[in-house]
């Protein structure tokens, strides 16, 4: 079974960063896209950012492009999630998750992700 688990959320004033971190079991990261994904109280969840296995493509949600920049290292099996400019809005439980047809193109589509992460928890303070 593959895994995944998230760490690096917790509380940031409104304007500052944050990282997320995802450790990605050996069996996943290779041939699998890695998705970020969020969920915030009474929403349902939705997609913040994607790379696919061969880290050709990326993708961005609109509400984060341009603050948010995924990326994969390959040699310790990670992918982060670098937040920068944090909006009160941006506040949510973080998912990292994997794509088994990500090689190329790692979709938005969250019904499209087979193995998910237990989540970690990002507040913004205004």
């Known amino acids: 079974q593959g895994q995944l688990v998230e760490t690096g959320g917790g509380l940031v004033q409104a304007g500052g960063s944050l990282t997320l971190s995802c450790a990605v079991s050996?069996?996943?990261?290779?041939?699998?896209?890695l998705g970020w994904f969020r969920q915030a109280p009474g929403k349902e969840r939705e997609f913040v950012a994607s790379?696919?296995?061969?880290?050709?493509?990326?993708y961005y949600a609109d509400s984060v492009k341009d603050r948010f920049t995924i990326s994969r290292d390959n040699a310790k099996n990670m992918v982060h999630l670098k937040m920068n400019n944090l909006k009160p809005e941006d506040t949510a439980v973080y998912y990292c998750?994997?794509?088994?047809?990500?090689?190329?193109?790692?979709?938005?589509?969250?019904?499209?992700?087979?193995?998910w992460g237990q989540g970690t928890q990002v507040t913004v303070s205004s």
């Open positions: 790379i696919s296995a061969r880290d050709i493509s990326t």
């Open positions: 050996e069996q996943l990261f290779s041939d699998y896209g």
């Open positions: 998750a994997a794509d088994p047809r990500g090689l190329y193109i790692a979709t938005q589509d969250l019904d499209e992700y087979t193995h």
